[in-house]
């Protein structure tokens, strides 16, 4: 990926959460953990933070393992949503790597305890390293079953105080219906929580989407694979669909 003028530019916003899903990380295939989507994954970060903004991921784990279908194949809940834990802790650890292969210092902190290999969550350590310019990846959704990677997006970023959560997609943004089956769909540029719930727009789950609304946290949906969009976003851009109060 080229490089911008990163440098020049004034960020919209300063301290940012950003919701990567596991099947991201696999690529094409969606599944597994593509080396290509990685390096594009950290030169997207890497691009940002040439600006100064800070920088926060919160990562899935569907392209490794899921919780859920583990649960419709027989596998206890509580125990597959462990192993859906522990699918992101991998992938967090590779996108670790991948930024700092682009010289950007990260620290991954998890909501299990692993010391050998990440640091434990404690909210005012993610804040430090924030302040120590380091991107943090945060790995084991909340630490407890039935939670979505979704819904540890939406707490993490109101403990840490972001100001947003720009949550990663294969599209460019909300859609009235699906854009895939249904060629009038319209795309929203803004939209009230209170209207994706009436409509039952599926922007995050249920209890992420609580989360953000209560507290306040603007959400923008925006197509991550498409260059530089990251930057655009947080810029100030017209990128994707917002979702506020």
Known sequence: ????SAKKSTPKYRRILL???????????????????LQD???????????????????GGGNIFRGLQGSEKGIERATGDYMGMLATVINALALQDALEKQKVTT???????????????????AVRHLEKGRVVIFAAGTGNPYFSTDTAAALRANEINAEVVLKATKVDGI???DPKKHADAKRYETIRYSEALEKRLKVMDAAAFALCQDNKMPIVVFDFFKPHNLLRVVKGEAVGTVVSG
């Open 107 to 125: 620290r991954v902190l998890s909501a299990i305890s692993m010391t050998a290999i990440c640091e434990p969550f404690i909210r005012r350590r």
């Open 41 to 59: 994954m950290a030169a997207q970060v890497a691009e940002v933070r040439e600006l100064g903004v800070e920088v926060v991921i919160v990562v």
């Open 1 to 4: 990926m080229k490089k911008t």
């Open 175 to 177: 859609y009235d219906k």
């Open 19 to 37: 919701k990567l899903s596991g099947e991201a990380l696999g690529g094409e295939a969606g599944f597994g953990i593509s080396p290509e989507a």
